[in-house]
């Protein structure tokens, strides 16, 4: 069985700070991870993806993401947060077997200024 | 770019009726995704198509049924609709299969009174 964990419901961070938002995932074999971004009332956008070919991930809007086999984590960074940063985050694994995403719980950023 | 596009964005539907929900993927993609968001939750995989076959299935209710026609649009029909369906539904797209990227779209959400 596969499942990913983000650890934290809610982040708050100051403009300019570091932004780190944690995803773990247990499965055998190495999943495919995603990390998707939620606005309010708005639809899923993908902010990157890991398949194997990097460990280290950039994606979009100045994010990046680490795939750590040894502690089957897949964190998500953003060296300084902007406002506008603030959403849902959520991690998402697929096995090669399957068609579905299987997210994690999500969690909310907030970005005080 | 040309994204996904779902109709209608609000549904408001009484108990008992039944809805119909729309989706229509990105040009030249052929696999079609359901999920369902309930308050407060992650995206739950409902079901999905590939070139106008089921391939693979989730939790989605015997009362739920849907299918991807030969435009590759899907539809998502909601029968004996439930207080607990009140959720946002989206749908995403990709080509050939879940280890291309999903791309959702905007979502329809549904109230069931």
């Known amino acids: 069985a596969q499942s990913v964990t983000q650890l934290g419901s809610h982040v708050s961070v100051s403009e300019g700070a570091l932004v780190l938002l944690r995803c773990n995932y247990s499965?055998?074999?190495?999943?495919?991870l995603f990390w998707y971004v939620q606005y309010p009332n708005q639809g899923l956008q993908l902010l990157l993806k890991?398949?194997?070919?990097?460990?280290l991930v950039k994606g979009i809007n100045g994010f990046e993401a680490e795939f750590k086999k040894s502690e089957t984590s897949f964190h998500l960074t953003k060296p300084s947060a902007h406002m506008s940063d603030a959403a849902e985050y959520f991690c998402?694994?697929?096995?090669?077997?399957?068609?579905?995403?299987?997210f994690g719980t999500g969690t909310r950023l907030q970005v005080f200024p | 770019a040309a994204g996904v596009i779902q109709s209608p964005r609000h549904l408001i539907k009484e108990k008992r009726e039944t809805a119909t929900l729309k989706c229509y993927p990105i040009?030249?993609?052929?696999?079609v995704y359901w999920y369902q968001q309930g308050p407060g939750q992650d995206p739950q995989f409902l079901i999905s198509?590939?070139?106008?076959?089921?391939?693979d299935k989730g939790s989605i209710p015997d009362r739920f049924s849907a299918q991807q026609f030969s435009d590759y649009h899907s539809e998502l029909n909601m029968s004996s609709l439930e207080l607990g369906d009140s959720a946002l539904y989206f749908c995403?797209?990709?080509?050939?299969?879940?280890?291309?990227?999903?791309?959702f779209g905007p979502g329809t959400r549904l109230l069931v009174l």
């Open positions: 499965s055998s074999v190495p999943p495919y």
């Open positions: 890991y398949t194997s070919a990097a460990t």
């Open positions: 040009p030249r993609h052929d696999t």
């Open positions: 998402a694994v697929n096995l090669s077997w399957t068609d579905k995403l299987i």
């Open positions: 198509f590939y070139e106008k076959m089921q391939s």
């Open positions: 995403a797209s990709s080509l050939e299969s879940a280890q291309e990227t999903q791309y």
